[in-house]
């Protein structure tokens, strides 16, 4: 076990007096009801000039974990925080990321910022990368945030429309002395936002694609039982915090990145997202096109992301949206940590790295301590010997990524276990030469319905129609067809639900 008792609880004077003090600034945080790790936090100030000056402020943890140390090498080889449905495993131990480094309400801590200096249509007029010293003086949640943008009806029209989450009231995890948002606060959240908003336009504008998937969560009792299921929704409040990380993270990327063609830019790790694969995108294109969907499949990046994004919106609110959306995923390419720069596809930034979450992602680390090398005169470093250490992060990136889903998987078929027998409406999300794939609409818990159950026929997979087609009736069940299934079976040891097709009882 590794101990982190000998590091200094609080920051130390001469610590201080070599950082921008940015203690007087109006900062706060803006999380999840339920976070513990707070890794960033905004501060916002109007000048002299009527402009913005606002600032992005991540925990600076490389001051508490040095290289070579076995508290690095324990969170390098971890490479990420995992996040279970009923549980996190950290890559930090708790002391750090919830208390030491934790960005918490009315207490100082150690930062490395992005000032900026914006004016109101989100134009970057300057900016400094410098570590700093904050002190949070309100943490918000996004629940909080949305409600103040709804009552100030400057929450998009969707918004208004969309559930929300299950919301644990914020006097649960801190006093309610920490929250009081006055007329000053109420006024800074809605500047951020409309500021938010035109990032996030002039994004898409560029070609960013749009993927805005809910994502399934389960509340659970006290013996970690899943009793019921809510979808996560990207609201107002969720993307202005998105935006201005993201602008943080471009920025960052492009102070080392772009130099004058006669110089070579230092080494960093890049996240960098490839163009889609021609052969997925053909098919996705043909894919849609049963639907009555057309979808540009050559061109420019540009041509095709925006065409993507018009494809995606017409979807929306249909009843093959998430069957889709699901397929237009599969057609995309894997982001991933690199040396080598090739820009974000699916930003639509040329260059773009990880900044704001070092508590959480060890590629964040890396960065912050190679910015802090260079901006001291520091030579660049080893590109073979990064890009080995962006690929074991990337690795481990994707082995967290399984074992979440594996986590929810879990959680699904222990939730459906109490409703074996139960008839449910279900949509195919999957065909495959051994039987379909249905998810149910009401709570995204996917099965499978094996071949040999479909017995009213002879099937056979159609591969490049997306189906199973009887060769006798020639009935076939395609992708984004609308079913009735019946719990069958749900095996927790193989993390398995096995569904069977139903009819409907005639009304």
Do not use: W
């Amino acid at each position: 076990m590794l101990l982190v008792n000998h590091l200094p609880q609080d920051p130390i004077a001469h610590e201080i007096m070599r950082r921008r003090d940015m203690r007087d600034v109006l900062t706060f945080t803006i999380d999840p009801d339920e976070a513990k790790d707070f890794d960033d936090a905004l501060s916002f100030q109007i000048l002299d000039t009527g402009n913005y000056q606002i600032g992005i402020h991540i925990a600076d943890v490389t001051h508490y974990v040095s290289e070579r140390t076995q508290l690095d090498d324990e969170a390098y080889q971890r490479g990420t925080s995992v996040y279970l449905v009923d549980r996190t495993i950290p890559m930090l131990p708790e002391s750090l990321c919830n208390n030491l480094c934790s960005l918490r309400p009315d207490e100082d801590k150690l930062t490395f910022s992005v000032i900026f200096k914006m004016n109101e249509k989100a134009e970057v007029k300057d900016y400094e990368i410098l570590h700093t010293v904050t002190r949070s003086n309100r943490r918000f949640s996004y629940g909080q945030v949305q409600q103040i943008l709804e009552e100030e009806h400057e929450a998009s029209e969707q918004d208004y429309n969309t559930p929300g989450d299950v919301l644990v009231p914020i006097e649960d995890h801190v006093p309610s002395t920490t929250f009081a948002p006055g007329t000053e606060e109420r006024k800074l959240l809605l500047v951020l936002n409309r500021m938010a908003k035109e990032l996030r336009r002039r994004r898409f504008q560029s070609g960013a694609v749009d993927f805005d998937r809910c994502e399934v969560r389960f509340n659970i009792d006290e013996k970690g039982k899943p009793t019921s299921v809510y979808f996560k929704v990207a609201k107002d409040a969720n993307k202005l915090i998105e935006e201005f990380m993201l602008l943080a993270n471009r920025t960052v990327a492009e102070s080392i990145g772009k130099v004058p063609k006669n110089q070579k830019a230092k080494v960093i790790p890049y996240r960098i997202h490839d163009v889609p694969d021609p052969t997925k995108l053909m098919r996705l294109g043909d894919f849609v096109s049963k639907f009555g969907y057309r979808l540009k499949t050559q061109g420019t990046k540009g041509e095709i992301s925006k065409n993507l994004n018009k494809m995606l919106a017409d979807v929306h609110g249909k009843a093959e949206q998430n069957v889709i959306e699901m397929v237009t995923l599969r057609a995309m390419m894997k982001a991933r940590y690199s040396v080598h720069n090739i820009g974000h596809y699916g930003l639509a930034f040329q260059h773009y790295t990880h900044f704001t979450s070092p508590i959480r992602r060890y590629p964040d680390l890396m960065l912050h301590r190679l910015l802090t090398k260079y901006a001291t005169g520091g030579r660049s470093v080893n590109p073979m010997k990064y890009e080995e250490l962006c690929e074991q992060c990337s690795d481990a990136e994707q082995t967290a990524a399984q074992a979440e889903r594996a986590s929810i998987k879990y959680k699904q078929v222990e939730f459906m276990k109490d409703r074996l027998g139960e008839t449910f409406e279900g949509t195919i999300s999957g065909v495959t030469e051994f039987g379909l794939f249905v998810e149910v609409n009401e709570n995204k818990c996917e099965g499978f319905v094996p071949l040999r159950d479909l017995d009213d026929d002879y099937y056979e997979f159609d591969e490049k129609n997306f189906c199973l087609r009887g060769r006798r009736r020639n009935r076939s069940y395609n992708l984004g067809d609308q079913v009735h299934i019946q719990v069958a079976r749900a095996d927790l040891y193989r993390k398995q639900l096995d569904y069977k097709l139903v009819r409907p009882e005639k009304k």
